[in-house]
């Protein structure tokens, strides 16, 4: 199986510098023919530096884009990326360790079995959130409970960033997503759904972001109650 892992990045130097060891070790445990593709939106910590150090030694290829565009943007600008290198699958994962990388065979695993999204999931059996406060905590279940009231989700956790997609399954999504923030996650999910797709949810721990402060913040979750309202008006 050939596979791209897209990791957006902002300030995140400690962090990708810890990841890319960890992910080419797990990537390398999956037996799949897999490389590791940054999506940068203009760190100023030395991001960039640190990823063009990390590529002398492990698979990664790094995009620059210059300037902070949402992280629905970068996911999409890595997935047409990814897409060009005509893997199976594409992986996405954030960059602050909240997504372990030893966890991603299981991903890819899943849609080797079948499916064409495999979501890491907090919400269902066997998953859950460690280490989170209860602010974040509340958070993600305010953001998911707007998905499944509002937009008409049914998957557990439809805010997840940690997922695998077959590749001719994320052809067919790219591009209908109007969201370009963290609610690309709502938009990408709905839109599987809607397409019939196969979903399935993987158990996973998620931890709280190893260092840095998380870009999560309010102007996001206003922009997950209005892609929740459009997506719900939208219908089927």
């Not at 810890?18 to 910590?45: E, F, H, Q, Y």
């Not at 943007?73 to 893997?87: I, K, Q, V």
């Not at 999931?121 to 280490?131: I, L, T, Y």
Request: aromatic share 6%; hydrophobic share 45%; charged share 30%.
């Amino acid at each position: 199986m050939k596979a791209v892992v897209v990791v957006p990045t902002y300030n995140e130097r400690r962090n990708v510098a810890a990841l890319v060891p960890r992910l080419a070790r797990a990537l390398k445990r999956s037996k799949a023919r897999a490389s590791i593709l940054v999506v940068d939106d203009g760190s100023r910590d030395g991001t960039v530096d640190e990823v063009r150090r990390l590529a002398k030694s492990y698979p990664v290829e790094l995009i620059e884009r210059g300037h902070k565009a949402g992280l629905g943007s970068a996911y999409a600008c890595g997935f047409r990326e990814a897409l060009a290198r005509r893997p199976q699958v594409v992986v996405q994962m954030d960059a602050d360790l909240s997504h372990e990388p030893e966890a991603v065979p299981r991903l890819l695993e899943a849609v080797a079995s079948g499916c064409d999204v495999a979501i890491g999931s907090r919400r269902v059996e066997g998953g859950k959130s460690a280490e989170w406060s209860g602010h974040r905590k509340a958070v993600s279940f305010i953001a998911n409970f707007l998905a499944k009231r509002i937009a008409g989700v049914r998957t557990n956790d439809a805010t997840s960033g940690f997922r695998a997609y077959k590749a001719s399954a994320l052809r067919r999504l790219l591009g209908r997503s109007k969201a370009a923030g963290y609610d690309f996650q709502i938009e990408m999910t709905w839109l599987a759904e809607r397409m019939h797709m196969r979903i399935t949810e993987v158990p996973i721990t998620f931890r709280k972001r190893a260092s840095g402060k998380s870009k999560l913040g309010a102007a996001d979750m206003i922009a997950f109650l209005a892609t929740s309202i459009r997506l719900g008006v939208q219908g089927d």
